[in-house]
């Protein structure tokens, strides 16, 4: 059976997606508004951070029309979002704003990480595939957010997990159809745990390890 979209699942599911497309945006926002964009530039970035994971995710398994093409009422709140930031967000604003962001975050990369492997393993991906699709949904709207804005991609440098742990959430859903368990199951339980496993490393601080070359010493 074909999976719904993740918007349509259910009004908590919306809420969440909303909260979560609000937080990846707000960092793009945060960041365009850093490096001194333009109002045309922070809305690019911040559309980035919010839209370009799934889309990414659309163009490399060739599913039309992108979703933010679809229900364009995510761009006149992705564009009210940034006039009502340009009017109001001050640089003492950022550090306590990125910070609040971060939970609705935690739950954003559970859910589109989910939603992306299970809108792949609908499309008839192999497990591996989509479980990689889950990650480039959640993950790669920041990486593009941070190209754009001429920085390494946080989620590569930072050492707390974050694709990590939208990786294990795919998994998860990807286990569940294994299982044969209904679908709206297996999407709460991937989300769940990639939205756990991310709270935990905010909470308690986890580090992936660096990558240490050997010091060749003097020459």
């Given amino acids: 059976m074909p999976t719904p979209e993740f918007w349509s699942l259910s009004a908590i599911h919306l809420v969440v997606e909303a909260l979560a497309t609000l937080a990846f945006a707000l960092s793009g926002l945060i960041e365009g508004a850093r490096k001194k964009l333009d109002a045309v530039g922070v809305c690019v970035v911040a559309g980035l951070a919010a839209f370009g994971g799934g889309t990414l995710r659309d163009i490399l398994l060739d ?18 979002l940034c006039a009502v930031a340009m ?20 739950l954003g990369l ?28 959640a993950v790669f709207g920041g990486v593009l957010r ?7 991609p946080r989620a590569f440098r930072d050492h707390q997990p974050y694709a990590v742990c939208a990786f294990a959430g795919g998994w998860v859903v990807w286990g569940a159809q294994a299982l044969d368990a209904p679908h709206g199951l297996g999407l709460v339980a991937g989300a769940a745990t990639a939205s756990l496993l991310r709270g935990m490393a905010l909470l308690w601080n986890w ?10 010493g003097p020459r």
Avoid: K
Wanted: a negative charge; one cysteine or more.
């Fill in 87 to 106: 009017l109001f967000l001050r640089d003492r604003h950022f550090a306590p704003t990125e910070r609040a962001a971060q939970w609705p975050d935690a």
């Fill in 110 to 137: 559970g859910l589109f990480a989910a939603s992306g492997t299970q809108i792949a393993l609908a499309a008839g991906m192999p497990g591996i595939v989509a479980v990689v699709m889950g990650v480039v949904t």
């Fill in 63 to 80: 599913r039309r029309p992108f979703f933010w093409v679809e229900h364009t009422v995510w761009l006149w709140l992705l564009l009210a």
């Fill in 146 to 152: 941070d190209i754009v804005c001429n920085e390494i």
């Fill in 207 to 216: 580090r992936l390890p660096a990558w240490r070359a050997d010091d060749p």
